[in-house]
C-alpha cells in the first residue's frame, strides 16, 4: 500500500509518454557503426530504490566486490574473492574498509547474482549515499520488472487469483515509472517503505510473482497518453476516495467509485481506543494547542464518507485539524483509515472505522474480490481507474 505524503512534492509536471520513450529508447538507437535495422533495440527501465535510510554504518557480503566513487571513478575497494566490507558515514566522507573518503556516493558491484546487506539478498547495482547527517542511504539500482517481482508479495499476496496479480503489477509499474520521472533530480525514485512501495529483494521473489510479472511486461496505464499517478491501498471499505481530498488534485481517473469487492479484508471494521491524554499529546507534537480533550467532533466529511475536518474540543480551545493530519500524528497502523466515527468513553477516545490506507485508487482487497467473481486484470483496472487505457511501453 502507498501512504503518500501531501503538499509540495505531489505538485510535479507530468512527463508525456512521448518523453518517457525517447528517454527509455533514444540512447538505443543511432549508436556508431551499427547497423540501421529500423527497429532500435528496446530496454527495460532501471529504477533507483532507497532501501535502508538512517545507517551510521552498513555491512555488504559479495563476491568480486567493487566500490567506486560515483563522481571521480576512483576504485576503492576491490576483491577478487567473497568479502565483507563494512561501510561508515563518517567526518562529511565515507569510511570504506577502514580507509576515509572525502566523497557522498558510491557505487558497489559484485559479479555474483545477489549480494547481500545486512542479511538480506538484493539484485543489480547498488549506490551508497551519504546524507548531510552523515547516515547513509542504501539505493538499489534494478530492471524495473526484477524490481516488481519483489514487490509482489510485500504488497499483496501472489497466491490470490493471478488477475489479481497482474492488476497489481500493472499499477505497481506504472506507479515506479510516474515517480522515476518526478524524482530525476533525487538521489533515488523511490523509498521502499509504505511511503511509496515496499520493496522486499529477491527473499520476497516467487514463480506466481514472476508470471504475472512477465505476462504484463511493459504495461503501464495511461490517461490521455501520459503515465498515471496510480495510487492504491489496502481496503477501501466500501467506497474509493478522491484524489482532490488526498492530494489536493482532482484527478479524472481518481475521483472515487463504490466497491463491494473488498469486504473479506482482514481490516474491513476495525475498533482502536486511544487513551485521551495520549491523543492530545500526538496531535500536540505536530504543533497544535491541545488541552484536556473534553470533546471530539467529524466536522466535514468526503463524499466517501471520511473524516476529513475534525474538531477537537479541550479545555484550552477548539482547534481544527485535518484528517490526513490525525492519522499521522496517530500513526498509520492505528488510525488504518479516515472512514471512521468517534466517540469518548471512559476517557478513550473510541475510533469504529472500515478499511485500511488513504483509501485513493485501487483497493487490493477488491482486486482480489473482483479476480474471485471471474474479472480479467483489464475489467478490474478500468473499474478503479476509469477512463484509462493500458499502453505497452517496452
Ligand atoms: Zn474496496
Not at 551519504?130 to 499476496?157: A, F, M
Not at 474540543?313 to 468517534?342: C, H, P, W
Amino acid at each position: 500500500m502507498i501512504e503518500m505524503r501531501k503538499g509540495k512534492e505531489m505538485k510535479y509536471p507530468v512527463p508525456f509518454l512521448c518523453a518517457l520513450i525517447i528517454l527509455f529508447f533514444g540512447a538505443q538507437t543511432g549508436l556508431a557503426g551499427r547497423p540501421n535495422s529500423g527497429y532500435p533495440k528496446v530496454t527495460v527501465p532501471v529504477i533507483r530504490v532507497a532501501i535502508l535510510k538512517g545507517l551510521r554504518s552498513l555491512d555488504i557480503h559479495g563476491r568480486d566486490l567493487s566500490i567506486r566513487d560515483i563522481r571521480s571513478f576512483q576504485n576503492l575497494y576491490e576483491s577478487r574473492t567473497p568479502s565483507r566490507v563494512i561501510l561508515k558515514g563518517e567526518g562529511n566522507g565515507i569510511r570504506v574498509a577502514g580507509v576515509l573518503h572525502k566523497i557522498s556516493l558510491v557505487s558497489v558491484t559484485t559479479t555474483s547474482p545477489v549480494l547481500m546487506i545486512n542479511g538480506k539478498t538484493y539484485r543489480g547495482k547498488l549506490e551508497i549515499a551519504r546524507e548531510q547527517d552523515n547516515t547513509l542511504t542504501i539505493i538499489n539500482e534494478l530492471d524495473i520488472e526484477k524490481y516488481l517481482i519483489g514487490l509482489i508479495n510485500h504488497e499483496i499476496s501472489s497466491a490470490w487469483n493471478l488477475e489479481a496479480v497482474k492488476a497489481q503489477a500493472i499499477v505497481a509499474r506504472t506507479y515506479a515509472i510516474f515517480q522515476k520521472y518526478k524524482r530525476q533530480e533525487d538521489f533515488y525514485d523511490m523509498v521502499s517503505s509504505v511511503l511509496d512501495q515496499v520493496y522486499g529483494g529477491t527473499l520476497s521473489e516467487d514463480e506466481r510473482a514472476r508470471q504475472a510479472v512477465n505476462d504484463t511486461r511493459g504495461l503501464i496505464l495511461t490517461y490521455k497518453g501520459n503515465p498515471i499517478l496510480a495510487l492504491y491501498h489496502s481496503s477501501c471499505g466500501g467506497r474509493t476516495e478522491s484524489s482532490k481530498y488526498f492530494t489536493g488534485e482532482d484527478l479524472p481517473y481518481l475521483r472515487g467509485v463504490s466497491c463491494q469487492f473488498c469486504s473479506n479484508a482482514p481490516n474491513y471494521f476495525w475498533i482502536y481506543n486511544i487513551p485521551l491524554d495520549k491523543l492530545a499529546k500526538a496531535i500536540a507534537s505536530d504543533g497544535y494547542r491541545v488541552g484536556n480533550i473534553i470533546a471530539i467532533n467529524v466536522k466535514k466529511r468526503t463524499p466517501s464518507h471520511r473524516a476529513y475536518e475534525i474538531s477537537i474540543v479541550s479545555d484550552t480551545g477548539t482547534i481544527t485539524i485535518q484528517g490526513e493530519k490525525m492519522r499521522k500524528a496517530v500513526g498509520y497502523d492505528r488510525l488504518k483509515s479516515l472512514n471512521f466515527n468517534v466517540s469518548i468513553k471512559n476517557n478513550e477516545a473510541v475510533f469504529m472505522g472500515s478499511g485500511a490506507g488513504h483509501g485513493v485508487g485501487l483497493c487490493q482487497w477488491g482486486i482480489k474480490g473482483m479476480a474471485d467473481k471471474g474479472y480479467t486484470y483489464k475489467q478490474i483496472l478500468n473499474y478503479y481507474y476509469p477512463g484509462t487505457n493500458l499502453k505497452k511501453l517496452y
